[in-house]
């Protein structure tokens, strides 16, 4: 009996050593970071704003780069949406993620494969969005497109693309707060 109560209050301290994030699992312990930060991708705006994930392919002519802290493209007059592309790069971790800290739209839609795997529309007009997606290491190098809309905001990304594994991003998604 002695040994069963033992092994209770073993069981009792590790769980809440785990909970008080005193014990951390060996693949967060090193503090390591894996992340792969994306600086540059490619853009397009859209005057009409009805182009759907079917009809971009036919427009590939009029993507133009984006370097991060570089280049910060001024929204054309009349322009209500935005298109943003960028490829999945190799050496994802087993378990990966996107973080975008920064998106400003009212409505956002992100693509993957020709699949809506994100959406967030907004019917009031604060247009910063942080998002955190899980991805699978065999998404290495597909292309993600993102849809940004708004009809008197503003439109882009300003900030990096973080790819890494997915529980340290969530960490980095919740640590600031989620806008």
Known sequence: MNAFVKRIAVV????????????VPPSFATGKSSAIIVNEWQMRWETNGTNTIQSTDAIDDSWFPIYQGVS??????????AWVKLEIPNGLEDSPGLLITKAYAESVHVYLNDRDIYHSIRNYRYDVNKILLPLDPSNSNNTVLIK?????????????????DYQV??????????D
Do not use: C
């Open 148 to 164: 940004l809309e708004s009809k008197n905001g503003r439109i882009g990304i300003p900030d990096a693309f973080i790819f890494d």
């Open 169 to 178: 991003l969530f960490k980095k998604f919740h640590a600031a707060g989620n």
């Open 72 to 81: 910060d493209p001024i929204k054309p007059n009349g322009v209500n949406a």
């Open 12 to 23: 009792m301290l590790l769980f809440i050593l785990f909970q008080l994030g005193l014990f």
